[in-house]
């Protein structure tokens, strides 16, 4: 009989069960719920500790099964079957095993599909196929490499032992690989190069260096661009950002001083072209002595976030503009701002995009934050304490050896929980003892994150992103009561386009009927909706054309309601204008008409920088309506405000009284008897900003317009 790889891992399984090992434990050792949360440790066990990374692929065919890194027992790639229940390992796909001499699994690991899959040793890149196992070639990382220029030393270093100190260095043999992602054709590994690990640590440049990925054999060549060389020391990790990116984290040089890393350099990230092989941009965030795991990064690119190895606190990049959000100065407090207070491991966002999960080591435990507030909240209400998945430290009945369990890398399933599999959507490795914590984050109590965000008033507004309390001492946690959500004075963009529903009055009150004329109404009539449904002119400015679909669906965007993403992430599904462009939505069904206080609604795609309460990238029209689609009256829109204001988030609606794309979220609302109209059956959109120029998405970006005051049609 051939001895196959998973034949190999099962056999060593199970000669290793009960002294080393991995295998599953039936039944699970606790299943403790936590509010609407469901925590079980001990879902799968491995045979050694501090297993070092988790993948679910977002790929068809993959999205239910974890590849996890374990470090021995064995060495290599676990596949974990998540559809399994008690979990096993899966029996279609393999993973791999890493031979002796090619050394000892970092953590980075890439999958491309199921026939392609990447992983990092401390010497050695394995190119595998993750369903049988076999393994296309390993590529040896240890070849010495010469600098084109000197370059600096994190500090002075007698390099070569002969009594001299140097300051800079230009040939050295790369080590501790940290980062691994796939762009354009090429895989990018980065390394270290520290020259003494130890305190007081001392670190030759980081650099990164690229691979050719070919389709067969030899599988990976070095490419011919020279080593990237950092902008900070010490780049631990790599992620590939959705425009193509490669974005690199450098976490500076640390020292470990009574068990606390202490940041020594720099820390920040380099933004690195794919096609040049060059760093195009770097943002600096001091000596924060950032995590060594890839960030989390928003399904549009528009933001990373970042955690810290030292503080309790997280640090936010706005990728578009290439800026620090928060920092050092202004962080996303998890548990506390001193040196040493915290390893905040790993984030992961959810699958809908409101929530970031933090992995906190020194407390074993996951913190939620609401990414949909105005502020970003740690510990909302839909949450009623940290997701605990072990110990701190410390002797207590519960833990008698008073051994720290520790977090170390977390995942979130692919796919909508509930609809495409049900079961836990967040998952967590531990360090002492190596398992697999499951987390349903829903429980019995819903989606969280689906539901309506919370609102400041809920959060008790503050002038800076909330802290977490301390942590409880014990694993069981005792919920608290969400606020009871209150009427809002105008419909959100958020529900999905297919289910649409009226638009509420800004403020219920009830409607008079005139004496003469139609009757006023805040609901549709029978077999009518509230929005937009048929665009009778459009007429494209230069840079514009985003959203535009194909013959006979042209303008399916702008119809029916809003889809908005959040107040920090704006919707894609829209239709930009152009520089000038002009769009004439027509409404069919139900008529604007002048009521109580707002008519009619405009849903462009604006958001909020992070944090923040200002917009950072305006995209301004002027609104007009009509009766017969010919003669239009325009509201009153002015800018007060010089475009390209300076700083990162510059405006305000306060900058564009009268003008829609404005209002994250809510829309920007009209009413009629400003321009003395009754009732209008045509709306006119004009870009007046002509913000954005690149890829189709200059202009004004319309998502919907909605009816809040409407007729039946006369």
Same mark, same amino acid.
Not at 229 to 244: E, K, M
Not at 400 to 410: D, E, F, K, L, R
Not at 540 to 560: H, I, Q, R, T, W
């Given at each position: 009989?051939? !001895? ?39 879902? =799968? ?95 040896? !990382?240890?070849?010495?490499?010469? !600098? ?177 959000? =928060? ?99 967040? =998952? ?287």
């Amino acid at each position: 009989m051939e !001895l196959t790889p998973k034949l190999i891992l099962l056999t060593a399984t199970l000669a290793s069960c009960g002294g080393g090992g991995l295998y599953t434990e039936t039944p699970p050792e606790t299943t403790v719920s936590a509010g609407p949360v469901q925590i079980t440790r001990n879902a =799968f066990l491995f045979g050694s500790d501090y297993p070092a990374e988790i993948v679910i692929p977002d790929i068809d065919g993959m999205q239910g099964t974890a590849f996890v890194v374990s470090t021995e027992n064995p060495a290599g790639v676990v596949a974990i079957d998540l559809t399994a229940s008690p979990l096993a390992i899966s029996m279609q796909f393999t993973g791999v095993l890493i031979a002796p001499g090619h050394g000892y699994p970092r953590g980075p690991l890439v999958i491309q599909g199921t026939d392609r899959a990447f992983c990092l040793t401390s010497s050695h890149l394995i190119d595998f196929n993750p369903t049988t196992g076999a393994i296309h070639t390993t590529i040896p !990382l240890t070849q010495p490499i010469t !600098l084109s220029a000197q370059a600096p030393l994190s500090s002075p270093f007698d390099i070569d032992g002969n009594g001299t100190t140097e300051t800079t260095i230009t040939q050295f043999t790369p080590n501790y690989p940290g980062g691994l992602a796939a762009a354009h054709g090429k895989l990018y590994v980065s390394f270290s190069n520290y020259l003494q690990p130890l305190s007081p640590a001392v670190a030759a440049p980081g650099i990164v260096r690229a691979y050719n990925i070919h389709a067969g054999a030899p599988y990976l060549t070095p490419s011919a661009a020279p080593p990237i060389v950092t902008s900070a020391y010490n780049p631990t990790a790599l992620a590939t950002l959705p425009d193509g990116t490669v974005l690199v984290v450098n976490s500076g040089v640390n020292d470990i001083v009574d068990a606390n890393t202490v940041p020594r350099t720099d820390a920040g990230v380099d933004f690195v072209d794919p096609v040049t092989d060059a760093i195009a941009d770097s943002v600096n965030l001091g000596p924060v002595a950032l995590s060594f795991q890839p960030p989390a990064v928003t399904a549009d690119g528009a933001l990373a976030f970042l955690p810290s190895a030292s503080y309790g606190e997280i640090y936010a990049v706005d990728l578009a503009n290439r800026k620090a959000l =928060f920092t050092h100065e202004n962080p996303i407090t998890i548990t506390g701002n001193g040196v040493g207070e915290d390893f905040l491991t790993d984030t992961a966002i959810s699958a809908a995009g409101g929530f970031l999960f933090v992995g906190s080591f020194t407390h074993s435990a996951v913190y939620p934050i609401d990414l949909r507030a105005i502020i970003p909240q740690v510990l909302p209400p839909a949450f009623p304490g940290p997701i605990v998945v072990g110990f701190p430290v410390g002797v207590t009945p519960e833990n008698p050896s008073g051994v720290n369990t520790g977090i170390g890398a977390i995942a979130i399933r692919p796919g909508t929980p509930d609809t495409d599999y049900t079961g836990p959507d967040l =998952f967590a490795l531990t360090g002492t003892p190596g398992t697999l914590v499951t987390i349903n984050t829903r429980g019995s109590g819903g989606n969280p994150d689906v539901a309506r965000p919370a609102t400041n008033e809920e959060h008790s507004e503050s002038a800076a992103p909330t802290s977490a309390p301390n942590p409880p001492s014990a694993p069981e946690l005792t919920p608290k009561p969400a606020p009871t959500p209150q009427p809002k004075p105008q419909p959100t963009p958020s529900a999905p386009k297919p289910t649409p529903k009226p638009a509420p009055t800004p403020q219920p009150k009830p409607q008079p009927t005139p004496s003469a004329g139609p009757t006023i109404l805040t609901d549709p009539p029978p077999g009518a909706d509230a929005y937009a449904d048929l665009v009778t002119s459009f007429t494209k400015g230069s840079g514009g054309g985003f959203g535009l679909g194909p013959a006979g669906k042209e303008y399916e965007n702008v119809l029916g309601p809003p889809t908005g993403g959040n107040l920090y992430v704006g919707s894609t599904d829209v239709l930009s204008l152009g520089c000038g462009g002009e769009i004439v939505i027509e409404m069919n069904d139900f008529w604007i008409a002048d009521g109580p206080g707002a008519d009619f609604i405009v849903f462009e795609n604006p958001f909020y920088c992070l944090g923040t309460t200002k917009i950072g990238w305006p995209d301004i029209g002027a609104v007009g309506v009509s009766n017969d689609g010919v003669s239009f009256v325009e509201f009153t829109c002015t800018i007060k405000a010089a475009k390209n204001a300076s700083g990162l988030c510059p405006y305000t609606p306060a900058h564009f009284p009268g003008c829609a794309g404005t209002q994250p979220v809510e829309g920007n609302a009209f009413d009629l008897a400003n321009i003395k109209m009754t009732t209008a059956r045509f709306v006119r959109i004009r870009d007046v900003s002509c913000n954005g120029q690149t890829s189709q998405k200059a202009g004004f970006d319309l998502d919907a317009i909605s009816v809040v005051n409407g007729i039946a049609p006369q």
